[in-house]
C-alpha cells in the first residue's frame, strides 16, 4: 500500500515564524503535489513538484516556497507565517505507473497562525 | 476560467440510493476523479472516467458526459460510513494536476 506520511497532523505557530511542513511517501512516486483546503473552498493546489529539485507553482503559491532535495521527501516552507495561512495542508503523491495516475493524500496537517 | 460545481449538503437514508452531481468548466480535460474524506482524514480514491459513459465499483458508480461537463457518483446501499465528504476533480495540463470542487457532505442517517 502506498503511504503518504506528514511531520504533524496538528501545529501552532505565531505570526512572522518561519513554518516546515515535511511530506514523505514510500513508493518511488515521481510526482508531488501540496494543497491547503478550506471550508467551502475544496482543495487549492499551492506547488507540486514532478522530480527531485523541480518545482512549479500551483494557483496560490504566493506566501509559500517549496523543497525538494529527495525524491521522497517534499517540504512546504511558510517563510513568515500570517494568519490568513491558517489552514488544513494536504500532501499527496502519484505515478504514472499507477492504473489511474490517481493522487495518494496524507492525513494532513492542520496548522494554526496566532 | 476553471469551475467545478457539485453541491454543498446532501442527506439520504440508509440503504437507500444517492447521487451526487458535479459539472466542470476546465480550459483542459485528462480524466476526472472521484475521492472520498471522512472528516479529519485523508481524502482517498474513489472512481476514474475519461472516456463517456459509466464505471462501476461495488456500490459505488460513476458516470462521465465531456460534451456536457457533467458527472456524477451514485452510491447504492447507503450505510451509515458513507457519511463523508465526496470530492470531484478534473486533471487538466500537464504533471497530473488536478482542480478540485469544494465537495459535498453526505450525511446518512437511520
Known amino acids: ?114 | 476560467g476553471q469551475n467545478i460545481d457539485q453541491p454543498t449538503e446532501m442527506t439520504a437514508t440508509e440503504g437507500a440510493i444517492v447521487q451526487i452531481n458535479c459539472t466542470y468548466q476546465t480550459s483542459g480535460f485528462n480524466g476526472l476523479f472521484w475521492y472520498q474524506q471522512h472528516a479529519g482524514e485523508a481524502p482517498t480514491f474513489l472512481s476514474y472516467n475519461v472516456l463517456d459513459g459509466l464505471e462501476e465499483k461495488g456500490r459505488f458508480s460513476s458516470f462521465l458526459s465531456r460534451s456536457k461537463g457533467y458527472s456524477y457518483l451514485l452510491l447504492k446501499e447507503l450505510q451509515m460510513k458513507d457519511s463523508a465528504s465526496y470530492l470531484c476533480a478534473v486533471r487538466s495540463g500537464g504533471y497530473n494536476k488536478l482542480i478540485f470542487g469544494a465537495g459535498t457532505r453526505l450525511a446518512v442517517h437511520p
Open chain 1, 1 to 114: 500500500d502506498v503511504k503518504v506520511t506528514q511531520s504533524s497532523r496538528y501545529l501552532v505557530k505565531r505570526t512572522g515564524e518561519k513554518v516546515f511542513l515535511e511530506c514523505v511517501q514510500d513508493m518511488d512516486h515521481e510526482n508531488m503535489f501540496w494543497y491547503r483546503q478550506d471550508p467551502g473552498l475544496g482543495l487549492r493546489l499551492i506547488y507540486f513538484s514532478y522530480d527531485v529539485k523541480m518545482k512549479e507553482k500551483g494557483d496560490i503559491p504566493e506566501g509559500y516556497s517549496v523543497s525538494r532535495e529527495k525524491k521522497e521527501r517534499f517540504s512546504l516552507i511558510l517563510e513568515s507565517a500570517s494568519t490568513n495561512q491558517t489552514s488544513m495542508y494536504l500532501c499527496a503523491s502519484s505515478s504514472l505507473l499507477a492504473p489511474y495516475n490517481e493522487q495518494f493524500f496524507g492525513p494532513g496537517t492542520r496548522l494554526t497562525v496566532l
